[in-house]
């Protein structure tokens, strides 16, 4: 069965370091997903992406994260200057949005930020 | 802003027994998506069940059904002849399904233990 593939399974770098969080969606889905999960909260949406293009952003989106489909099968979010409080596991999801509304959720990436 | 609320940190139930997660959000919107997520330990979420808010009848999958109480704004799992594998964290989540948006909107979770 198809499934969402994220890499890498964990992440630890250093205050105001680059990261990208790598996300490989179902080959036949066209709507994409990122959200964040910090430990003890809830699990937030971050941004959806749509045809090479931010479809919806949440405050969190700020100017210090980016997200781009460099090909035809990845889908990466980058955060340009890591802080503490990005210390958080992040799931990307993929959904086909014909009607069914499922997103398919992906394994998560912890992200340590010392 | 929709929210989304789960009463129930940790819930556990004996093996073949049932078992009812709570769930309750907010919203001034007429039109949407509610859902419940399991998420097994190390394991990524997978879709349980889903509710479409214009419908009136309960959705139910397999062992899974859902009481969906529109007017209290109340949306309860339940999980009948609980199974082991049924371990997991259960989130609730919301959608609007105007507008094109996808956004999910998630509660807190509840952790379910099945114990043997």
């Known amino acids: 069965e198809p499934e969402v593939t994220q890499t890498p399974s964990h992440q630890v770098t250093q205050m105001g370091q680059e990261v990208i969080l790598r996300c490989v969606p179902i080959?036949?889905?066209?709507?994409f997903y990122w959200y964040r999960q910090i430990l003890g909260q809830k699990v937030e949406f971050l941004v959806s992406?749509?045809?090479?293009?931010?479809?919806?952003k949440s405050e969190i989106f700020d100017d210090q994260f980016s997200v781009e489909r460099p090909d035809g099968s990845n889908f990466t979010l980058k955060i340009r200057s890591t802080k503490l409080e990005d210390s958080a596991m992040y799931f990307c999801?993929?959904?086909?949005?014909?009607?069914?509304?499922?997103?398919?959720f992906g394994p998560g990436t912890r992200l340590t930020v010392l | 802003a929709q929210t989304v609320t789960q009463s129930q940190p940790e819930m556990s139930v004996q093996e073949a027994e049932t078992v009812t997660l709570s769930c309750t959000y907010d919203?001034?919107?007429?039109?949407?998506?509610l859902f419940w997520y399991k998420q097994p330990p190390s394991r990524q979420m997978i879709l349980v069940i889903r509710?479409?808010?214009?419908?009136?009848q309960n959705a139910t999958e397999n062992r899974f059904s859902v009481n969906f109480q529109k007017a209290a704004k109340s949306f309860s799992l339940k999980i009948s002849d609980s199974q082991l594998g049924d371990t997991a964290m259960y989130f609730c989540?919301?959608?609007?399904?105007?507008?094109?948006?996808?956004?999910?909107?998630f509660g807190k979770g509840t952790k379910l233990s099945v114990i043997p």
């Open positions: 999801a993929s959904s086909d949005a014909r009607g069914s509304q499922e997103q398919f």
């Open positions: 080959s036949n889905h066209l709507h």
């Open positions: 992406f749509y045809n090479n293009e931010i479809s919806e």
């Open positions: 919203t001034s919107e007429s039109n949407y998506y």
């Open positions: 509710q479409e808010a214009y419908k009136q």
């Open positions: 989540a919301f959608m609007n399904s105007g507008a094109g948006s996808y956004q999910l909107t």
